[in-house]
């Protein structure tokens, strides 16, 4: 085994199995910050050991976060990638694919402008604004911005405005009484309940509905349940829903989604600069023990490095599966409550269309697909400015998320041109230019997509995740670790933030400066 000291690495003196990750793909940053950092080491020094480097596993947003907010106040950090790019499950390709700019990730930028965090880090890195591509205000004002499409046995065609609006009506009503059902059932019995199980109390309480409105009820609750939480509504916790108010996050409660212009990769490669981060790709971390002097983080080419304190983000499902090993063992209590914790199964399928004469309008769109095949629920298509090529992306869950990869490419594009025939109403839709199928559920670097809180969960699981272990040492963030907002790229962001405040103990400047930035994840530092 060879020990590695970090701080000659970072210098450049030693390199390890892999590269170093960098914008250009060339060469390793200097710092190119133009604003200058605080050199204050003694901030990142752990309290009776040697001030040996702050490792960071994992370069998703979690990890980039946290890096940024250590070295800009003068640490030595370095963070540990298993993969060749940086971004984790919100990474974008880059400009040499066939989706160049084109998100990868199932994510979106929720909340949009009112996305305090990601809105601020736009700001500080002084990057462009955020394309507002609808979302939450669907359910409250701007409906007609969103297509809504009927095909089952009895219709294949588009809901008029009317119809929309019934179904929206109707959403809203039914989850007014779901909360009514969630109030009076924690009241008296208190123990906690499955959304599905909420459900069925809710619609017995209300008239009975037609084929058609019950349809387009199921859509919504697909849409709502098992592609954003990750789960079907017979394995969700009725507590953990009613208790995350994800729009308490948004100004007013009511804001549009966003995209990033170019992809959420303009934001990693823009945070790898300014600070000057170095990132090391293709290391994979198999170990993390306790050493004579800090903590010793192994990699699966027995490469070892002594770090001062280590920061944990990579995905829970790789952590369950025992991606890496504990030395000693993560306390029992710890464990067990993370356990708890499910993680979604999610598919992304993107087609890529040079020709986009078939699209309606120059701008983005969003489709409800109502269908009684559980292939596809939703999709979306972006097209700025008359410009080729258009992306029509589809998302999948569960079963079907875990079979896509498996299908045959031909037999996937097929599917789905069929289905956009439908919608935009050609027999003649041509094959896809390029196809993209997402690995997130197969890949073991990430084991599935975000968490989620199953029925009778610990409702604090997230909180006793987010512990520090290893006497302080070793702390984890993700969006796992954040109750507030969790299966979110904002709040993994919070998490990393909140990991680097626990060791720098004072605010960052980037905090003092964007106070709106500091969002909780309940937990308590």
Known sequence: MV????????HGKLSLTGSLYNSSHKKPFQNKSKVSKR???????????????????????????????????????????????????????????????????????????????????????????????????????????????????????LLSNNEIDITFDIESMLQETLRVVWS???????????????????????????????????????????YSLG??????????????????F??????????????????WDALVEKTGMVVQTGFQVVEIREGPHGVIVRG??????????????VPLGVLLGNGIIFE???ENLKFGNMST????????????????????????????????NEWLYYSNSVKEGYKSPAYETFYLTESAAREIKNVDHTVVSNKFEKILNEIHGTDAFYPADAIYVSDWNTNEFFNGTWSYVPVGANSSARDVYAEPAFEGRVMFAGEATCTTMPGTVHGAIASGFREALRIIKSPSRWHVRYPSMNIPCHHTL
């Not at 507590?239 to 729009?247: C, K, Q, S």
Request: glycine letters at 8%; charged letters at 20%; proline letters at 4%.
């Open 3 to 10: 020990l590695l000291n970090l701080f000659s690495l970072c």
């Open 39 to 157: 050199e204050d080491p003694e901030l990142c020094e752990t309290e009776g050991h040697h001030p040996h480097p702050i490792v960071i596993v994992g370069a998703g947003a979690a990890g980039l976060a946290a890096a940024a907010i250590l070295i800009d106040v003068g640490c030595h950090v370095e963070v540990l990638e298993a993969q060749d790019k940086i971004g984790g499950r919100a990474f974008s390709f880059d400009t040499s694919s066939n989706f160049p700019g084109v998100d990868g990730g199932a994510h979106y930028v929720l909340g949009g402008k009112y996305n305090s965090i990601i809105s601020s880090l736009l700001n500080i890195l002084e990057l462009p604004p955020m394309v507002e591509v609808g979302g939450d205000e669907v359910y409250f004002s701007k409906r007609s911005s969103l297509e809504m499409w009927m095909s089952t046995n009895s219709r294949k065609e």
């Open 184 to 226: 009076e059932w924690s009241a008296s019995v208190g123990t906690d309940i499955s959304i599905a199980h909420g459900l069925k109390s809710a619609f017995a309480r209300l008239p009975e509905f037609s084929a058609f409105t019950k349809a387009t009820i199921a859509w919504h609750h697909y849409l709502k349940f098992n």
């Open 231 to 248: 789960a079907e509504p017979a394995l969700l916790s009725l507590r953990d829903f009613m208790d995350t108010n994800y729009t308490s």
């Open 250 to 267: 948004y100004k007013n409660g009511v804001a549009n989604n966003a995209i990033i212009r170019g992809g959420m990769q303009v934001i």
């Open 300 to 313: 699966a080419d027995d490469s070892e490095i002594e770090a001062s304190a280590v920061i944990v983000t």
């Open 328 to 330: 000693p063992p993560i």
């Open 341 to 372: 914790l499910g993680i979604a199964h999610v598919a992304t399928v993107i087609l890529k269309y040079n020709d986009n004469s078939f699209l309606k309008d120059s701008s983005y769109h969003g489709m409800g697909y109502i269908s009684s």
